[in-house]
């Protein structure tokens, strides 16, 4: 008995520690960030810790079209690796052809977004934004039915998800939720970052040699007080206001009216496109939009939310002039008298030589790398076609 005793303390401290190490094995490792220097860590939810596991999964729902009502579409169906993660259209299609009054966003750096979509300040996490084009309806995108049934039942039935989605949150009796979903993509899409472009390495690197001397007028131009163009694309992501791991407070989402609309009558922009006046029905917000990040902009044409200037030339005419007119048609109207119009957007006097120079600085923020990095291709292409069904 004394044996037994003694033993007892031991035998509970044993187990205790096979306990512990079990849940130790069974904890997904974390994502390691491998970011330049000059680049903050996203910041991450506290209920959405990344993992590698978590990563992994999101890559094989991106680029899985199950995702999809009709199996049609997938998110990387407007979210071309190739493009920086746009779809060179000027307006989405969805998934039953229907076509959308927005051009899709890139999702690199999304990240760091203070706030996501073009005009919505209250989509801010992307766990919540993903639900908008697997179910919403207005315009259908992916067009799933909710609550999200027929997905799972679909996903089940797939060896990859028979084993990602348990290793991914082991700690779930049923792994298999909309809610795992959407923070496997979340994951997924936060180490989507682009940070080394050209200009990445001429400016944080200081390699003299990794632009050109056209680029590096330009940039001045950039940065010069007539033209302004960083009141709007500021900071390390070249876009609006960015929140980050440290950043206290985070940023306060922008939006701006730049003049590319000015119908007649109560709305100065088309109705299926009036911007945060949508969300807020503040008439000093029809024709707000967010500004975009300006990082790999030479492969993202189309331009503007709905993308109605074709070049990147255009787009600084528009700019040079203060607001676009347009002369006939439905929305016809002088942009520049829109009375919404940021005072930011003012014109500028501009020579042709100048344009090229800020073009090709503008060209210098395309990270060739990431527009085909293995990590953010597609998965689905190494497995065997019969195999992708199982």
């Excluded at 109560?266 to 949508?278: F, I, K, M, Q, R």
């Excluded at 000093?284 to 939009?289: C, K, L, Q, S």
Aim: charged share 20%; net charge neutral.
């Amino acid at each position: 008995m004394r044996i037994v005793r003694r033993l007892f303390p031991l035998l509970v401290l044993a187990a205790a520690s096979i306990g512990v190490a079990s849940a130790v094995a069974q904890a997904p490792p974390p994502y390691v960030w491998t970011l330049p220097a000059s680049v903050p860590r996203p910041r991450v939810p506290a209920d959405n810790p990344m993992t590698a596991g978590k990563v992994a999964l999101g890559r094989y729902l991106f680029y899985d079209t199950r995702l999809s009502r009709n199996g049609t579409q997938a998110c990387a169906t407007c979210h071309e690796q190739a493009r920086a993660f746009t779809d060179g259209k000027p307006r989405a299609v969805g998934s039953t052809g229907a076509i959308h009054p927005r051009g899709a966003m890139s999702l690199v750096n999304v990240a760091y977004a203070s706030s996501l979509t073009w005009a919505n300040p209250s989509q801010t996490r992307l766990e919540d934004q993903a639900l908008v084009p697997m179910f919403g309806d207005h315009p259908i995108e992916l067009g799933l039915e909710p609550p999200g049934a027929a997905l799972l039942a679909a996903l089940r039935q797939v060896d990859v998800y028979q084993r990602l989605l348990p290793a991914a949150f082991p700690g779930d009796a049923d792994p298999f939720t909309i809610g795992n979903v959407t923070r496997a993509l979340a994951a997924f899409e936060r180490t989507i970052v682009s940070a080394r472009s050209p200009y990445d390495r001429y400016h944080y690197d200081r390699d003299d040699a990794a632009i050109s001397p056209e680029a590096k007028r330009g940039e001045q131009l950039f940065f010069s007080q007539p033209l302004s163009c960083f009141r709007c694309h500021n900071g390390f992501n070249f876009s609006g206001a960015t929140d980050f791991d440290g950043h206290r407070g985070g940023g306060t989402p922008e939006y701006h009216n730049t003049g590319l609309y000015n119908l007649a009558g109560a709305l100065s922009y088309p109705p299926e496109n009036t911007g945060v006046y949508e969300v807020t029905h503040r008439p000093e917000d029809v024709g707000r939009f967010k500004a975009p990040t300006l990082r790999n902009i030479a492969v993202t044409a189309p331009y503007m939310h709905d993308g109605s200037i074709a070049t990147l030339g255009e787009a600084l005419e528009h700019y040079a002039a203060g607001g676009r007119t347009v002369a006939d048609g439905p929305n016809r109207g002088s942009g520049r008298d829109n009375p919404n119009k940021s005072p930011i957007v003012r014109g500028f006097p501009i020579t042709a030589d100048e344009q090229r120079d800020l073009i090709a600085f503008l060209g210098t923020l395309t990270d060739s790398e990431l527009l085909r990095d293995p990590r953010f291709a597609n998965p689905w292409l190494a497995i065997r076609e019969e195999d992708r069904w199982r």
